[in-house]
């Protein structure tokens, strides 16, 4: 079992809708969570951080944690195509940090 | 601020060469870590240092891999030989101990092609 799963889609969402990317990982001592935007040919480039339950929003994004479901989601609101990218989930478990392998995010003009 | 910063940006080598990248963390940043990334694939973290101690390195390949972080700033990482499935691209991060919240920023990537 890999300790952090994601959706490697790809998902398509046309200009102006809500993305919503998923995340699980196995580890329940699991204490940070991290979202990554990935351009291809580019280093990640960190979106936000989350550490307790519940909703956390900067401008259209919103992250969402369940400790209890073990998953953490990303929500993109009003999606422009410069969001087109892969998103990383990341998650700190201890001194180790696990990256899933990305959901590939295309919107569509 | 400035970023972090590596180099060099390509490198292109033979199996079984000698390899080295280097890279600078974020002003301040006590906390540097190397991260492997095979096309397709997310970062692996091979090595996480705090200041210039090693804090975990449970994924280096330690037959082939070596890193230091002299003087708790600069950091180095080596292959020594290279195999044909190391090409990837080598990510170095930084993060600041003092918030406690492990943010990571990561430097631009060293892309290796092992021929």
């Known amino acids: 079992q890999k300790e952090v799963e994601q959706n490697s889609g790809p998902l398509s969402v046309p200009e102006g809708a809500i993305a919503s990317l998923n995340c699980t990982y196995s580890d329940r001592v699991s204490q940070s969570f991290f979202w990554y935007r990935q351009y291809s040919g580019k280093s990640p480039e960190l979106i936000m951080s989350?550490?307790?339950?519940g909703d956390k929003e900067d401008g259209r994004f919103t992250a969402q944690l369940n400790k209890a479901s073990q998953y953490v989601s990303l929500l993109i609101r009003d999606s422009q195509p410069s969001d087109s990218a892969t998103y990383l989930c990341?998650?700190?478990?201890?001194?180790?940090?696990?990256f899933g392998t990305g959901t590939s995010l295309t919107v569509i003009p | 601020e400035a970023g972090v910063a590596q180099s060099p940006r390509y490198k292109i080598i033979e199996k079984r060469q000698s390899v080295a990248f280097w890279c600078n963390p974020i002003?301040?940043?006590?906390?540097l870590y190397w991260y492997q990334q095979i096309l397709g694939q997310g970062p692996k973290l091979l090595i996480q240092f705090q200041n210039n101690g090693v804090v975990d390195d449970s994924q280096l390949p330690k037959d082939r891999f070596s890193a230091e972080r002299l003087k708790g700033v600069d950091s180095t990482l080596k292959i020594q030989p290279a195999k044909l499935e190391d090409s990837a691209v080598y990510l170095c991060?930084?993060?600041?101990?003092?918030?406690?919240?492990?943010?990571?920023?990561f430097g631009p990537g060293t892309r290796l092609t092992v021929l």
């Open positions: 002003s301040g940043h006590a906390t």
């Open positions: 989350i550490y307790s339950n």
């Open positions: 990341a998650v700190n478990t201890g001194n180790q940090f696990y």
């Open positions: 991060a930084s993060s600041s101990a003092r918030d406690g919240n492990n943010e990571q920023f």
